[in-house]
């Protein structure tokens, strides 16, 4: 039988207050890690310490606001523009709070239920606000593709 050496399987679990590394945040957020490394560089407000090497180390208010920006990004249906204005016009507190229902629904993506069967593939017929959305979603697919060029994929 091979002993396991997780902190869990040893006992010696994490207190609440202690800092956590980008994989246990991975983990406990049930996002990839490259993600939260994108999130760092969309949103100003996550700011992990870094170490040597460049090893991050994320506060338990880094923690809280990451999961709130999933939640806005995965559950509600916002987009990296829509969290960023939350967060600009409400600040982190606001949004981990959960402020950010009171805001104004202009932040979210609601492409699917706006953007007609029949439309056009010339785009004609598109309402500003729709061809706004798929403009934005275009601009962030492009900039993701960016990314993923850079890192060599």
């Known amino acids: 039988m091979v002993a396991s050496t997780s902190s869990a399987a040893r006992g010696t679990e994490k207190s609440p ?8 945040v991975s983990n406990e957020l049930e996002v990839p890690q490259h993600v939260l490394r994108f999130w760092e560089s969309k949103f100003a407000q996550v700011r992990p310490l870094k170490r040597g090497g460049g090893r ?12 709130s920006i999933r939640n806005l990004l995965y559950d509600d249906g916002y987009t990296i523009k829509g969290v960023q204005r939350l967060l ?10 959960g402020k950010e229902a009171a805001a104004p629904a202009t932040g979210r993506a609601n ?11 010339s785009g004609e017929g598109l309402s500003q606000r729709v061809r706004a959305d798929l ?3 275009l601009g962030e697919l492009e900039e993701l593709r960016d990314l993923l060029n850079k890192a060599g994929f």
Not at 56 to 67: K, Q, S, V
């Open 111 to 121: 492409i699917k239920s706006s953007v007609p069967l029949s439309a056009p593939a």
């Open 17 to 24: 207050s202690a800092f956590r590394t980008i994989s246990e």
């Open 56 to 67: 991050r180390y994320y506060r338990p208010e880094d923690i809280g606001l990451l999961r």
């Open 88 to 97: 600009r016009e409400g600040g982190s507190k606001s949004v981990m709070a």
């Open 135 to 137: 403009t934005e979603v």
